[in-house]
């Protein structure tokens, strides 16, 4: 064992003066997140561009440029625009950006960042194409693939014309080929995770190799899920990886086998409001703190059940929650183990994008000691 790690096992974080439900997030754990995932990429010639939806926060944001990030991944184009006050400069938006109120708003930051928007369609493309060539602009564009999950994307089987396709439209620059490899969740264990992971990057090569078969550069293949990051950076002909929740970690990547409670940087402290019986008991941190998310299915649910690991309350599990209760149910063996009122409860998220989301704000560590508070974006960014 590590010092590093010797010193986090042995923390107590609900001594930390947080009130609850409170976010805290481990900046020496998180760059060491960082620093490993920026290897990787670095050696695997690969560009990390990490999903800022993750957090939205501009500190956390540029830490994450000074640690080896090309640029950020966002999902909203104020999320994008929030990014480039800050003076982040390289920014893809993951969805595309639909109406002329935004495609305007594209217009005016591509003017002071290098913007590139995502189509999984020609009439996508057109939107934006038409818009910025009105302006005697062009857009670079990356076309989503569906490459199982059957959410956005194009069908690999579509892929290549709808391809050309949108490299005809006027005012586009069809930069890429991306997807979303959210299948790879699903895996039962870590031979079935990197089996996944790998078809995912290859087929995405194989598309690209296709589409420039029909004379399209389309320099950037990207990939994107913290499940499968390592080893699709591995596949050849992959360019890009766009992870979002390796920086911190949750649940689903200790039950996926990417981290463990030494690797996570983000804990939600809660308070025990109430245990009017041996066996149940509530929290102060209900969905709008933690959502509703379980781990991923597959063989890990069991494992992990309920809505967080509670670290320090063994055999006690989050069952349900209310909007700002969490209500705790023992599933231990014996007797219940005492949760006194008032007492706090330390929790590592099941999804930690949705304690950043609802939360909004971060207690920052370093050396175990709270050192500064990091804010999410306003409301503003989620446009």
Same mark, same amino acid.
């Given at each position: 064992m590590t010092d590093q790690s010797a010193a986090i096992q042995g923390r107590d974080w609900t001594a930390l003066p947080v009130a609850t439900p409170g976010l805290v997030l481990d900046r020496d754990v998180f760059d060491a997140n960082m620093d490993e995932m920026a290897a990787l990429a670095s050696a695997a010639g690969v560009q990390l561009v990490p999903h800022a939806k993750t957090h939205r926060m501009a500190a956390i944001g540029l830490r994450q440029i000074e640690r080896g990030a090309h640029g950020l991944c966002v999902a909203k184009i104020g999320e994008a625009e929030a990014f480039a006050d800050v003076?982040?400069?390289?920014?893809?938006?993951?969805?595309?950006?639909?109406?002329?109120?935004?495609?305007?708003? $594209?217009? !005016?930051?591509?003017? @002071?960042?290098?913007?590139?928007?995502?189509?999984?369609?020609?009439?996508? =493309?057109? #939107?934006a194409g038409s818009h910025f060539a009105a302006a005697g602009q062009t857009i670079k564009l990356m076309l989503a693939i569906d490459t199982g999950l059957g959410r956005e994307g194009v069908s690999p089987q579509k892929a290549v014309d709808v391809a050309a396709a949108i490299a005809a439209v006027p005012g586009v620059e069809l930069v890429g080929i991306y997807t979303h490899e959210g299948t790879t969740y699903g895996a039962k264990d870590r031979a079935d995770l990197e089996a996944r992971a790998?078809?995912?990057?290859?087929?995405?090569?194989?598309? $690209?190799? !296709?589409?420039?078969? @029909?004379?399209?550069?389309?320099?950037?293949?990207?990939?994107?899920?913290? =499940?499968? #990051?390592?080893a699709v950076a591995q596949v050849p002909g992959v360019t890009q990886i766009r992870p979002g929740i390796f920086a911190f970690n949750d649940v689903g990547q200790i039950a996926l086998g990417n981290a463990s409670l030494d690797t996570t940087a983000i804990r939600v402290i809660a308070t025990v409001t109430s245990h009017p019986d041996p066996g149940r008991a509530c929290i102060d941190a209900g969905s709008k703190a933690l959502s509703t998310?379980?781990?991923?299915?597959?063989?890990?649910?069991?494992?992990?059940?309920?809505?967080?690991?509670?670290?320090?309350?063994?055999?006690?599990?989050?069952?349900?929650?209310?909007?700002?209760?969490?209500?705790?149910?023992?599933?231990?063996?014996?007797?219940?183990?005492?949760?006194?009122?008032?007492?706090?409860i330390e929790i590592v998220p099941n999804h930690v994008c949705m304690p950043f989301a609802l939360l909004r704000k971060a207690a920052v560590l370093s050396a175990g000691q709270v050192i500064d508070t990091w804010q999410g974006f306003g409301p503003g960014a989620s446009e």
């Amino acid at each position: 064992m590590t010092d590093q790690s010797a010193a986090i096992q042995g923390r107590d974080w609900t001594a930390l003066p947080v009130a609850t439900p409170g976010l805290v997030l481990d900046r020496d754990v998180f760059d060491a997140n960082m620093d490993e995932m920026a290897a990787l990429a670095s050696a695997a010639g690969v560009q990390l561009v990490p999903h800022a939806k993750t957090h939205r926060m501009a500190a956390i944001g540029l830490r994450q440029i000074e640690r080896g990030a090309h640029g950020l991944c966002v999902a909203k184009i104020g999320e994008a625009e929030a990014f480039a006050d800050v003076g982040v400069n390289y920014l893809f938006v993951a969805n595309p950006v639909m109406g002329i109120d935004k495609l305007d708003r $594209a217009l !005016a930051l591509s003017q @002071r960042a290098e913007l590139t928007l995502a189509a999984d369609g020609v009439d996508a =493309a057109r #939107a934006a194409g038409s818009h910025f060539a009105a302006a005697g602009q062009t857009i670079k564009l990356m076309l989503a693939i569906d490459t199982g999950l059957g959410r956005e994307g194009v069908s690999p089987q579509k892929a290549v014309d709808v391809a050309a396709a949108i490299a005809a439209v006027p005012g586009v620059e069809l930069v890429g080929i991306y997807t979303h490899e959210g299948t790879t969740y699903g895996a039962k264990d870590r031979a079935d995770l990197e089996a996944r992971a790998v078809a995912a990057g290859e087929l995405m090569v194989g598309i $690209a190799q !296709a589409i420039r078969a @029909r004379g399209i550069a389309l320099p950037i293949v990207s990939l994107g899920a913290s =499940a499968s #990051a390592r080893a699709v950076a591995q596949v050849p002909g992959v360019t890009q990886i766009r992870p979002g929740i390796f920086a911190f970690n949750d649940v689903g990547q200790i039950a996926l086998g990417n981290a463990s409670l030494d690797t996570t940087a983000i804990r939600v402290i809660a308070t025990v409001t109430s245990h009017p019986d041996p066996g149940r008991a509530c929290i102060d941190a209900g969905s709008k703190a933690l959502s509703t998310d379980l781990v991923p299915a597959g063989a890990h649910r069991e494992d992990y059940p309920g809505h967080g690991l509670l670290v320090n309350a063994p055999g006690w599990v989050l069952d349900r929650m209310s909007e700002e209760h969490g209500w705790l149910r023992w599933k231990g063996k014996g007797e219940p183990s005492e949760l006194p009122v008032g007492s706090r409860i330390e929790i590592v998220p099941n999804h930690v994008c949705m304690p950043f989301a609802l939360l909004r704000k971060a207690a920052v560590l370093s050396a175990g000691q709270v050192i500064d508070t990091w804010q999410g974006f306003g409301p503003g960014a989620s446009e």
